[in-house]
């Protein structure tokens, strides 16, 4: 069946190819589409539209690493308003698809067979650390573009090794550091891929002394990577110092990396979220090695398939092996089956199955025609059920049915005015306060509305994300307990006569069913520098002037309200600037209901 699916291709591989990537990459759309952007994604996208395309904030760190690329690539998308999953997919599967494109040629030259690069370029997409890893905007928008350039470094690197005049190495050379720096820039674990290439050269069967060609090789990634080390490392020099795990953990993390994840993916079975559950993973991972290592053992060259076996274990645990030091002792060592880990090893193991199975084509040959129809199929229908699950439990579906409700109710009640209150858990992140309020939200996914600060009716997100029209209850006015720094020229108002002066005030107690509270303070502002804090006490306040929803007063403003959405509001102080003058008649405390 392989010599008559070879023999078909060989004599069409053009269309064979393009029928084939546009069909897996459409199944890896489709798998992924149910999902949506989450958490991380809100994140970065409001803080990409906070700041602007800025060098400043291109070369900042994001969570400990220096991805200028992937930045831009955030504001690029949160461009489009309301922004778009579909749009931030589609993207996400082009650079899969180029990856798939170009690691068609890269096996093309490996086993100079056509239809076994075809195989290669249709089987990269369908791969379940892939499908597993393009679900999650924040996890894939690093590693796929990182990949489709390192892939161009790989491609370079067997040109390189196949060159047959000193300008083709010396271009070949030169394409392969120009796309290291690209995709660097976009995910550091493109250093593995520039020195993980080379070790693909002796599968080249035209190639040369080949180890001399390594040596080369690696001799022109090792300054292009201690150059981007040294940036990198200045870069991120402000970055909090993250604790290591110790060498038994690395090691278990790295055991279920290579197994539980890695080996099921290039059958389609998905490690996160596992079809059967997690425990089935390891049966399924070491059968799927065994069988390569057996495939490899027997088959016609049998040291060139075992090596590209080897290649694929190296490469891959390479690949995890930074995220085994610093989340194993975060997350644990169950954070080995996040597919996104092992995303960018993916063609090694791809390059490895096609060798392997050209060699094994005379065992395959002699097994019964029933046999190997009956290992396809068993194949084909594991993939497809591990797929069907995947999409029915995408990491963003919790996400994507909160924000259909909030459109729909929203639309329903044509509200564009809202309350600031948290969103939950599922969308984003309670850690990335103030990013998980509605205030930074809203401008991503609703055009023409806004979140406003008032003590009067307006639209209230529920936990659900159904909208209702609300008005608060009036709680109670606080007392002053008093004033420091300040002199009172006249009834309720003062000055800051030296250093800034600060109005303390004590809430009346709060509903235990209030979910948010607002805080009003009636007067005569004559100067916006004032601030407002709000606390459980006066030692734990939290700045609430602006951020979250209040506002500055301005000069001849008699009102300002802001909001306070903890549970333990126990005092307020008002700080005045040194010199300025402030006036207070009343605080009053309004709540929202639990949502």
């Known amino acids: 069946m392989f010599e008559r699916i070879r023999s078909w291709n060989e004599r069409r591989p053009a269309t064979v190819a393009v029928v084939g990537l546009l069909l897996s990459s459409t199944i890896l759309y489709l798998v992924a589409r149910p999902s949506q952007f989450f958490s991380d994604d809100f994140l970065n996208f409001a803080r990409a539209d906070e700041v602007g395309l800025t060098l400043s904030w291109l070369n900042g760190e994001l969570f400990g690493h220096w991805l200028p690329a992937r930045k831009a690539l955030d504001w690029g998308l949160q461009l489009t308003r309301p922004v778009h999953w579909e749009l ?115 599968l080249l069967p035209e190639c040369t002394r080949p180890l001399r060609r390594m040596l080369l090789l ?36 790295l055991a279920k990396s290579l197994v539980q994840a890695s080996m099921p993916a290039l059958i389609g079975w998905n490690s996160r979220p596992a079809l059967g559950g997690e425990a089935l993973l390891w049966i399924i991972g070491a059968t799927v090695l065994a069988l390569l290592i057996t495939l490899a053992w027997f088959g016609d060259a049998r040291m060139r398939a075992l090596y590209a076996v080897a290649v694929f274990i190296i490469v891959t645990i390479a690949t995890v092996l930074p995220a085994a030091v610093v989340r194993a002792f975060e997350f ?59 999409s029915a439990n995408t990491i963003g579906a919790p996400a994507r049915a909160w924000l259909e409700r909030f459109a729909e109710t929203s639309d329903g009640l044509r509200a564009t005015q809202f309350y600031n209150v948290p969103v939950p858990e599922s969308v984003v992140a309670g850690g990335f306060y103030p990013y998980n309020m509605l205030a930074e ?135 005045i600037p040194p010199g300025e003058e402030l006036c207070v008649s009343s605080v009053t405390i309004g709540s929202l209901p639990v949502r």
């Open 332 to 390: 644990g060592v169950d954070g080995a089956l996040e597919p996104r880990y092992n995303f960018m090893a993916m063609p090694f193991g791809v390059i490895a199955v096609a060798v392997v199975l050209q060699h094994a084509s005379p065992i395959l040959r002699r097994a019964r025609p029933v046999l190997r129809w009956l290992a396809i199929c068993l194949v084909a229908i594991a993939a497809a059920a591990s797929m069907v699950h995947l």
């Open 441 to 575: 939200l809203l401008p991503l996914v609703r055009v023409g509305s806004d979140t406003v600060v008032t003590d009067e009716r307006a639209a209230l997100a529920n936990s659900d994300g159904s909208v209702t029209l609300v008005e608060p209850t009036i709680v109670g006015a606080a007392d002053l307990t008093g004033a420091d720094g300040l002199g009172e020229v006249r009834p309720g108002c003062w000055l800051a006569d030296g250093g800034a002066g600060r109005l303390w005030f004590e809430p009346p107690p709060i509903p235990i069913e209030s979910d948010l509270e607002l805080i009003t303070v009636e007067g005569a502002f004559e100067d916006s520098g004032a601030h407002l804090f709000a606390g459980a006490d006066s030692a734990s306040l939290r700045d609430m002037t602006a951020g979250v929803g209040g506002h500055v007063p301005v000069a001849g403003s008699s009102r300002w309200v802001t909001s306070y959405e903890f549970e333990d509001l126990g005092a307020i102080m008002v700080e």
């Open 88 to 202: 931030a997919l589609l993207v996400l599967v082009t650079f899969v698809g180029i990856s798939a494109v170009l690691l068609r040629w890269a096996v093309v030259r490996i086993t100079r067979s056509t239809g076994w690069g075809t195989f290669a370029a249709v089987m990269l997409p369908l791969t379940a650390c892939v499908s597993g890893t393009i679900q999650w905007y924040a996890g894939a928008a690093q590693v796929a573009p990182a990949l489709a350039c390192s892939l161009v470094a790989l491609c370079a690197c067997l040109a390189f090794a196949r060159a047959g005049t000193v300008m083709t190495a010396i271009a070949s050379a030169a394409v392969m550091v120009a796309s290291f720096v690209v995709a660097v820039l976009f995910d550091e674990r493109a250093v593995v891929i520039l020195f993980a290439s080379p070790l693909l050269v002796p």
């Open 218 to 253: 690696w001799t022109i990634a090792v300054p292009a990577s201690l150059a981007w080390y040294l940036i990198q490392s200045a870069m991120t020099e402000d970055a909090p110092a993250q604790t290591r795990a110790d060498p038994g953990t690395i090691l278990v993390y």
